[in-house]
């Protein structure tokens, strides 16, 4: 395996890692940050793959000042989960109030808990505030939240889904919805003045995979290794959006990054702190196809060097673009950050 080498900075390398001479390419351009690796063996890769920060914070403040901190930093993208605390599309908007020019992003919105016209609304007033800079992360959630936590039926989800889009995708493209599905209907139109937002789907299975490149703008993944994604995620979205005439779609990719200088005692730590994720049958499809034991296998944490290197992989592999989730202490995100800046 050719090896590529980064620089970070000489106080962070200090504390933390030790690196060698950088032989990457990198420039920047309107939206984001394109990552361009040059081959060191035979100099001929010619690999771009964006990178974003992931930045859940407790707080919509704390949120609005990392993001504030990401824009300085140069990164043209960041994302945040939809969980239990603030509602994500609300705090986003507040956040693309403070912060004009990063594209802001969900990942991702269950779909069973809301009417796709009350969603469209709701995200369509965001992409008003955000000028248009809103990607929209939505999927049919886990059994266990859909069943256990709210009483909904989970039946069929990819039924669901698929008439959620007819009825949600008309509404967020400015034209009357008019779905007559079997669970969901949707008549009427909305009056927001705002453009469609980005919409991806979370997507991980075949027949999901297909509906997301048919039908929406790509798929975002979460605890999804490389291998996967070069295999089965990146050649099956491609393969649907391209048989519907579509642009060639988003593959986002969400994964815990850690630069450190122990890695096992990472891995251990991101062991215990993901563990819910290898219990959740879709994930777990994920990591069984992947060959790992769990979470922590597919975080990507180790030296400057093999941070760097994982996520070569992952341009390799298709991903368009790559939102870092940085972990660890203190010191350990000072030096991802380090990195992750190096790959403007």
Same mark, same amino acid.
Request: aromatic share 4%.
């Given at each position: 395996?050719?090896?590529?080498?980064?620089?970070?900075?000489?106080?962070? !390398?200090?504390?933390?890692?030790?690196?060698?001479?950088?032989?990457?390419?990198?420039?920047?351009?309107? *939206?984001?940050?394109?990552?361009?690796?040059?081959?060191?063996?035979?100099?001929?890769?010619?690999?771009?793959?964006?990178?974003?920060?992931?930045?859940?914070?407790?707080?919509?403040? /704390?949120?609005?000042?990392?993001?504030?901190?990401?824009?300085?930093?140069?990164?043209?993208?960041?994302?945040?989960?939809?969980?239990?605390?603030?509602?994500?599309?609300?705090?986003?908007?507040?956040?693309?109030?403070?912060?004009?020019? #990063?594209?802001?992003?969900?990942? #991702?919105?269950?779909?069973?808990?809301?009417?796709?016209?009350?969603?469209?609304?709701?995200?369509?007033?965001?992409?008003?505030?955000?000028?248009?800079?809103?990607?929209?992360?939505?999927?049919?959630?886990?059994?266990?939240?859909?069943?256990?936590?709210?009483?909904?039926?989970?039946?069929?989800?990819?039924?669901?889904?698929?008439?959620? #889009?007819?009825?949600?995708?008309?509404?967020?493209?400015?034209?009357?919805?008019?779905?007559?599905?079997?669970?969901?209907?949707?008549?009427?139109?909305?009056?927001?003045?705002?453009?469609?937002?980005?919409?991806?789907?979370?997507?991980?299975?075949?027949?999901?995979?297909?509906?997301? *490149?048919?039908?929406?703008? *790509?798929?975002?993944?979460?605890?999804?290794?490389?291998?996967?994604?070069?295999?089965?995620?990146?050649?099956?979205?491609?393969?649907?959006?391209?048989?519907? /005439?579509?642009?060639?779609?988003?593959?986002?990719?969400?994964?815990?990054?850690?630069?450190?200088?122990?890695?096992?005692?990472?891995?251990?730590?991101?062991?215990?702190?993901?563990?819910?994720?290898?219990?959740?049958?879709?994930?777990?499809? !994920?990591?069984?196809?992947?060959?790992?034991?769990?979470?922590?296998?597919?975080?990507?944490?180790?030296?400057?060097?093999?941070?760097?290197?994982?996520?070569?992989?992952?341009?390799?592999?298709?991903?368009?673009?790559?939102?870092?989730?940085?972990?660890?202490?203190?010191?350990?995100?000072?030096?991802?950050?380090?990195?992750?800046?190096?790959?403007?």
């Amino acid at each position: 395996m050719e090896r590529r080498a980064f620089v970070v900075s000489k106080a962070v !390398m200090n504390s933390v890692i030790d690196t060698t001479a950088t032989d990457m390419l990198v420039r920047r351009h309107a *939206g984001g940050v394109t990552v361009s690796l040059q081959n060191s063996g035979n100099g001929d890769a010619d690999t771009k793959m964006e990178i974003g920060i992931f930045c859940p914070d407790p707080t919509v403040k /704390g949120l609005v000042d990392r993001v504030i901190k990401a824009h300085s930093d140069g990164f043209g993208h960041v994302m945040i989960p939809q969980l239990f605390g603030y509602d994500a599309l609300t705090a986003l908007a507040v956040v693309a109030s403070h912060v004009p020019d #990063i594209d802001v992003g969900v990942g #991702i919105v269950p779909t069973y808990r809301q009417h796709p016209m009350m969603l469209a609304q709701q995200a369509l007033t965001v992409n008003q505030v955000a000028a248009g800079r809103l990607t929209l992360g939505i999927g049919v959630s886990h059994q266990i939240v859909v069943e256990g936590l709210w009483g909904l039926s989970y039946e069929r989800p990819l039924r669901h889904m698929r008439e959620f #889009i007819d009825a949600a995708m008309p509404l967020l493209e400015g034209q009357p919805a008019a779905a007559e599905g079997e669970t969901i209907v949707a008549r009427g139109a909305l009056e927001i003045d705002a453009p469609r937002p980005v919409v991806v789907l979370a997507a991980l299975g075949p027949k999901m995979l297909d509906l997301a *490149g048919r039908r929406a703008d *790509g798929t975002t993944t979460w605890m999804v290794g490389p291998k996967t994604l070069a295999n089965h995620i990146v050649p099956t979205i491609n393969e649907s959006a391209n048989d519907a /005439g579509r642009p060639s779609p988003h593959v986002i990719v969400s994964l815990p990054v850690c630069v450190t200088a122990d890695r096992g005692d990472a891995m251990a730590r991101a062991a215990q702190e993901f563990t819910i994720y290898g219990q959740l049958p879709a994930y777990r499809a !994920m990591l069984d196809r992947e060959g790992v034991r769990g979470p922590e296998d597919v975080a990507v944490i180790g030296s400057a060097d093999e941070v760097a290197e994982r996520l070569s992989q992952f341009a390799d592999g298709g991903t368009t673009r790559f939102m870092a989730n940085e972990i660890g202490t203190p010191n350990e995100q000072a030096a991802t950050r380090e990195l992750l800046i190096a790959l403007r």
